[in-house]
């Protein structure tokens, strides 16, 4: 394994330190959680190595409200990323051909960098359809291994289509190709949504989610990843062992407790968005120097600046004299031209003020 730091981690909010920005436009979740908000914690939690598949509890609850049959089809991660290096690092060798949404959470394929596969990158285009099923037909190989999908997109919030969906399905299961689909946001109360995780569809699937996003909850550091095919489910049981063994017992505890309240966490969030798209939307049509494609999904949408400018001065001067940060093209190796907005993190007067520093800010140029 070939491990590089990526530019979205390394220039990241809190390890920028999160009191050095006032109006934090760059992050992919809603509002971060307190522990407070999650209930009381049972003094009684034995401090013991945990179940390897997870709190049996909270692969309960998951199931029950997901339509899982078989708990042993949820292995609890930490976070949506172990599950994404757990799932490409036991399907994926060195020659492997993967193809992989691109841009992308940066994850989806620096894990098949550094594992050393050909990959082919598929490119998400604002001008074009979000999946390009053209470009997976002329690039699938003899030794394509998996395919690999962000849906709802992160940077651009878009999101697959039924149809999409069903042809994906059909594409992989006939060539006998993995299909990963990376689902962290679906959970998000905002715009469209699949009904299940897509690993519901087919035994070739595995889905991947997490706490982190919908639910503000990055810092529990739990995820899960769902498939119903026990041969592979082993497989990531095995790396999951090799490298974490199992999670934290109590951080387990606290995602379970957050899972009960899932209606009334939810609900929040909703209304928070619900506010925040319609905030997102008045700056759009008042702002004529940047264009994006609406998100149908998630809390995320990519924002192109229509005129050329230095864009490194840009995003300096956005953080240094108005103290708004954005994630700027190269996190997701795309122009800086682009940058990615958060619109579910902030309170409702940081994205106010946030969106008017951004046109401030284009003022000098
Ligand atoms: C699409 C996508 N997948 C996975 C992750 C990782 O999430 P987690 O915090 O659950 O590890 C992120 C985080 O930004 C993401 O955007």
Redesign the pocket.
Known sequence: MQYRRMPIEVESPEQLGYDTIKYNLSE?SVSDLFLKDLGKLDDNILLCYGDHYGLVDLRKKIAKDEGIKDINHVLITP???GA?FFINTSLLGKGDHVIVMHPN?A?NFETPRAIGCEISYLKVEPSKDFLDKEFIENNVKENTQLISI?SPH?PTGRVLSETDIEWLLNFTQERNIFLLV?E??REIPFGEQSKSLLALRSSHVISVT?V?KAYGL?GLRI?WLVCQNNKIMENFLAAKEQIVLCNSVIDEQLALNALVQKSHLLKNVEQHLETNFQLLKEWLDTEDRVETNLPQGGCVCLVKIKKKIETAKFYELLLKQYSTYVGPGHWFEVSDDYFRLGFGWPTKEELKKGLQNISMALNHF
């Open positions: 992919s976070g949506a990323i994404l959470y994850t962000t992160n990376d962290t946001y997490s982190s990055p995820g």
